[in-house]
């Protein structure tokens, strides 16, 4: 009887299994790291500063010294951060979480409205950080 209950049980857990949302909200915090080292790579190219990653490592030395069980999912997340940060620099993109891709056109530091859209990112992110610190 008990087997039969299972039979009955597994295809309903299988499928919410397989339509839940959980793989996405893993991922968001490694799109949130993505997004900000393509901002804090783009933000050194064009302005010349690390505002943003210099924040963020504060931030991270203070969770690695209150959580220092955290250590292995913040190394994971400061390696998609440095990932982004270098393709950035190189390829002048950001990551969209939405997508799961690199935005398509191209950022470009002698553009004031890409440099303005650049800083306000930054800000963006900064402030939450910020209020989360």
């Given at each position: 009887m008990s087997g039969n209950i299972y039979l009955k049980?597994?295809?309903i857990f299988f499928i919410f299994l397989l339509f839940s949302k959980n793989v996405y909200?893993?991922?968001a915090a490694s799109d949130q790291y993505k997004q900000m080292g393509g901002v804090t790579g783009l933000t050194e190219i064009c302005f010349k500063t690390k505002n943003l990653e210099l924040t963020?490592?504060?931030?991270i030395g203070q969770l690695f010294y209150t959580q220092p069980e955290m250590g292995e999912m913040i190394f994971g997340l400061l390696y998609d951060f440095y990932d982004a940060k270098a393709v950035a620099m190189e390829q002048k993109v950001i990551w969209n979480g939405t997508t799961q891709s690199y935005n398509k056109k191209q950022f470009d530091c002698n553009n004031a409205g890409d440099k303005k859209l650049i800083k306000q990112f930054e800000i963006q992110l900064m402030n939450g950080l910020k209020s989360q610190g």
């Open positions: 049980i597994f295809p909200a893993q991922g963020l490592l504060k931030q």
